[in-house]
């Protein structure tokens, strides 16, 4: 502890000499603690919305400001300083929908009563089941066979609660006869997408945002494009059945693989199944220290 406040010492010593800290006090402490508490629940809201990942973008953004702001960076605090006026109606603007929605449930207190039932020791996420999977292996090829099609949104840890409003509520068991019913021609849930939470059918004839991606074959409709443009606006992973074809696809982090066999699905499914944030996390920490120095490699050549 003592060479933990020596090390500190010689920090300040050093690059924050130019700072004034206060004095540390007891109200102090429970202050931080009140807003921590507050800021927590504010993101547990922002992260059922699409805004989260905007958020998130304005994070990395906070933290070069703020290593600006430790060593001194003038140009940049600058930039910074120039730019906040209109970043913060920028901010307005983007977060708009999210905004005014929030607003609508704090008058319903739907928001104090979410904030008084926060469970900080459960984990929230809903796994699928060894059953789910094989019902939706099996409900696709048969619907497959028939070039029936289909779009199935497997929500991961981003909640789709945004897009699951703009269907009709089921909250239903997932099975086999139930997807084929859903997506049956001329049934009155058969046009749109399903969106599927954890062993359950959430809502059915979805509308997903379409993606702008030029790479896109030409070759894919509607709903493939559907399947991608979802899957770049969170971690979802969505299943199609083509109508044309009758061939199943799988859209993932803005990609899609076309023409999968029964065992390739189930591969997919399972490895959604498997999923853990932490094992996550680092992986992508790692896939980004590998491109850096790559990089680095590439650059000293």
């Not at 509520?169 to 399903?194: M, R, S, Y």
């Not at 939470?197 to 030029?214: E, F, H």
Request: hydrophobic share 45%; charged share 25%; glycine share 6%.
């Amino acid at each position: 502890m003592e060479q933990m406040m020596s090390t500190f010492s010689i920090f300040k010593e050093k690059y924050l000499t130019w700072m004034d800290l206060p004095l540390v006090k007891t109200i102090d402490i429970v202050e931080i603690i009140i807003i921590a508490f507050l800021f927590y629940t504010i993101l547990v809201w922002i992260k059922s919305t699409r805004a989260w990942m905007l958020f998130k973008g304005l994070m990395v953004i906070l933290v070069f400001v703020l290593v600006a702001v430790v060593f001194q960076m003038t140009t940049i605090l600058w930039l910074a300083e120039k730019t906040l006026n209109v970043g913060v109606i920028a901010l307005v603007i983007i977060f708009q929908p999210e905004l005014r929605r929030a607003l609508e449930q704090l008058g319903r207190k739907s928001f104090l009563k979410g904030v008084a039932s926060i469970d900080f020791g459960k984990d929230q996420e809903e796994k699928i089941s060894e059953k789910t999977i094989n019902e939706l292996v099996r409900a696709c090829f048969e619907m497959g066979k028939v070039k029936t099609g289909a779009l199935i949104v497997m929500e991961d840890t981003v909640v789709l609660s945004e897009y699951e409003r703009t269907g009709i509520a089921l909250d239903a068991l997932l099975t086999c006869q139930l997807l084929i019913n859903i997506f049956e021609k001329n049934t009155p849930l058969h046009d749109g997408a399903i969106i599927v939470r954890g062993d359950r059918i959430i809502s059915a004839t979805c509308y997903l945002p379409l993606s702008d991606n030029m790479e896109l074959s030409k070759e894919l409709g509607t709903r493939h494009r559907a399947a991608v443009g979802i899957s770049e606006v969170s971690d979802s992973l969505t299943i199609v059945v083509s109508e044309e074809t009758g061939s199943v696809s799988v859209a993932v982090g803005g990609k899609i693989r076309r023409g999968l066999d029964q065992e390739g699905l189930r591969n997919q499914l399972k490895a959604l199944q498997k999923y853990e944030p932490e094992n996550k996390r680092k992986g992508l920490l790692k896939r980004r220290l590998k491109n850096v120095k790559k990089d680095m490699q590439v650059d000293h050549k």
